[in-house]
């Protein structure tokens, strides 16, 4: 994968998360763009309204307990578009209930992460995300 074609986007409420995730990317993944939205509704805005200029997104990662618009409800907004149906999109989330992991998978994610304990288990995680994109997406 050409280090620069890499674009995360990540929808997350809570704003202790969100410094995690962003700390994270940065150190440990520098050569990766992502945007940080607060909300589903917030990311679906971004999709609308973002920069023609910025590499084609590659996954998103969203939070399933959310205000406004939630992890669920936004997949399901986002698979209702053309340019999203074969998107990676992975939940990350604190919901331990199958019934959660279910909802989410049903509705059309890729996979299902718990939100870890520390920093090396989000490094972790992050690592492996770049294995869910198509190999002709990384071109």
């Known amino acids: 994968m050409k280090q620069n074609t890499f674009f995360l986007l990540i929808a997350e409420d ?16 520098p050569h990766w763009q992502y945007y940080v939205a607060n909300n589903g509704q917030l990311l ?31 997949l399901i ?11 990676p ?15 989410f998978m049903q509705a059309g994610g890729t996979a299902y992460f718990q939100k870890p304990c520390d920093l090396e288990e989000m490094i972790d995680i992050f690592s492996g995300l770049s294995e869910l994109v198509p190999v002709s997406q990384s071109r």
């Open 14 to 29: 809570d704003p202790d998360d969100r410094d995690m995730l962003r700390m994270v990317l940065k150190e440990n993944f």
């Open 77 to 87: 907004a986002l698979r209702r578009c053309h340019d999203y149906t074969q998107l």
């Open 89 to 103: 999109i992975v939940a990350y989330s604190t919901s331990k209930t199958i019934q959660g992991v279910n909802t």
């Open 44 to 74: 679906l805005d971004y999709l609308t309204n973002r920069p023609l200029d910025l590499p084609p997104v590659s996954l998103i990662m969203l939070d399933i307990n959310m205000p406004i618009k939630d992890g669920v409800e936004t």
